[in-house]
């Protein structure tokens, strides 16, 4: 489990902010946890880490489990999170497109979109012959050695970027992951230039991607599409092929965002 979150937010946002750094750090576990593991963890007292996990617990946003004596994200949780994946996430206007891109390549394909400095995905389809990689939906990502991260970096306008990029945690990964803002900003450059970006095993050893951003009329970044492989099954030149569809996938979801609407767009 990694949980980055700024501390420095828990004093100005209160207790509210405290019980969204708890939710976060139970849904980072992925698995049902013990209050220990949770204590272990937390930048809270014990008293206050037991405070807020029993209020979470009697608004329904944790389940606790007696026989057990674990907590795990709670129904009422698992409703808003629906509510926010139809009303706030791409996802419910890209799936058949990517469900088209899915046939046409025989490859996974991953939705993402931005979520502060980190990639989020918000969906996902495996081939028939599925790789065994890190993102699935609902899980966050570093933008900086994403393909999809580094496609919607490369589109973002310099004041936003600026931002992003001082966020980067610029930890290697592999020996093909960029770890400077310089190095980051002469790939972003490039990106632009050809309309798409690559992952060169830049999070995984193995796991290469091509991916290409989602942008609206005047150009704002609603999201990113990759379509990912493994260098067993082919070169990034092979990846290639793929661009096509990839372009007709995210200019169809582009389109049918025009009408679309999100709390913080005005002009989509």
Known sequence: MNVQ???????????VGKALEVLDRVAAFARPVRFSELLETSPFPKATLYRLVQTLTSQGMLRYDPERGTY????????????AWAQSSIAPIARPHLDSLSMLAGETVHL???????????????????????SDA????????TGVGKAMLAWLPEPTLDA?????????????TLTTPDAMRAELAAIRTAGHAFDREEHEPGIHCIAV?????????????????????????????????????????AGDMRDW???DQREV
């Open 72 to 83: 795990a994200p709670g129904m009422r949780l698992v409703r808003m999170a629906h509510a």
């Open 138 to 145: 609902g899980k966050v990502g570093p933008a900086y050695c």
């Open 164 to 176: 992003v990029l001082a966020q980067q945690s610029w930890h290697r990964f592999t020996d093909t």
């Open 5 to 15: 979150r700024d501390s420095g937010r828990d004093g100005a946002d209160g207790t």
């Open 213 to 253: 951003p989602i942008l609206s009329a005047n150009g704002q970044v609603l999201g990113a599409v990759s379509v990912t492989s493994s260098t067993d099954r082919g070169t990034l030149e092979d990846m290639k092929r793929h661009l096509p569809h990839l372009r007709q996938a995210v200019e169809r979801i």
């Open 112 to 134: 993402a979109q931005l979520d502060g400095g980190q990639v989020l995905y918000v969906d996902k389809r495996n081939p028939a012959r599925p790789l065994p990689m890190y």
């Open 261 to 263: 609407r999100f709390p």
